[in-house]
């Protein structure tokens, strides 16, 4: 079965660029069925979308995140990147990607998260 | 944005309780609304799809249902696994938004 797994630096200063890669193993990214997203977690918090990319290589993404946010697609090594830059505290959170099935654009596989944390 | 709230953010309850969680979108989002379960340390799963549907392999006792702006999750019969924190989410129009989680709690 499809399964997804985050990988990608855990602690970052202020003023860095976050780089997260999600490696889609199971299926192809490249399925036009699917987006490919990234949510992520503030500890203790609620859930907060960040944006998604298609096959096709369009993206959209939080307007909250004031245009900070890329994310792209790499259909050779079957996987798919977040970007986010001049990072703060306030980016310190859990990050999950998951698949956003198109018709309902629920998230039905998930990864498991990773921890990125923002401090001087 | 379409801002989601839920009500109650946390209960307690017993093992075989009926308990129910309501969720309200701050506008029309057309059926499009998702649940899911979280337990600490885990990502989300999803329960239920468009209001009602049932995701494959979750047990038949949590159904949705939908009234208007209003959406109901509901648990027929609490089992020990269940004690999770539940999140609705809007899927009608991105930015998608979630709401801020009931916790279930051990009565």
């Known amino acids: 079965q499809v399964q997804l797994q985050e990988s990608g630096p855990g602690l970052l200063k202020p003023s860095q660029t976050l780089s997260l890669t999600c490696t889609v193993s199971?299926?192809?990214?490249?399925?036009?069925?699917?987006?490919w997203t990234w949510i992520r977690q503030p500890a203790g918090k609620g859930l907060e979308w960040i944006g998604r990319?298609?096959?096709?290589?369009?993206?959209s993404d939080n307007p909250s995140l004031e245009s900070r946010v890329t994310i792209s697609l790499d259909t050779s090594k079957n996987q798919f990147s977040l970007r986010l830059g001049s990072v703060t505290a306030a980016d310190t959170a859990v990050y999950f990607c998951?698949?956003?099935?198109?018709?309902?654009?629920?998230?039905?596989?998930w990864g498991q998260g990773t921890m990125v944390t923002v401090s001087s | 944005d379409i801002q989601m709230t839920q009500s109650p953010s946390s209960l307690s309850a017993s093992v075989g309780d009926r308990v129910t969680i309501t969720c309200r979108a701050s506008?029309?989002?057309?059926?499009?609304l998702n649940w899911y379960q979280q337990k600490p340390g885990k990502a989300p799963k999803l329960l239920i799809y468009?209001?009602?549907s049932l995701q494959s392999g979750v047990p038949s006792r949590f159904s949705g249902s939908a009234s208007g702006t209003d959406f109901t999750l509901t648990i027929s019969s609490l089992q020990p696994e269940d004690f999770a924190t539940y999140f609705c989410?809007?899927?009608?129009?991105?930015?998608?938004?979630f709401g801020p989680g009931t916790k279930v709690e051990i009565k």
């Open positions: 199971g299926g192809s990214i490249s399925s036009g069925s699917y987006y």
């Open positions: 990319i298609y096959t096709t290589g369009s993206t």
């Open positions: 989410q809007q899927s009608y129009r991105t930015p998608f938004t």
């Open positions: 998951a698949r956003d099935s198109t018709g309902t654009d629920s998230f039905d596989i």
């Open positions: 506008q029309s989002v057309s059926g499009y």
């Open positions: 468009t209001a009602s």
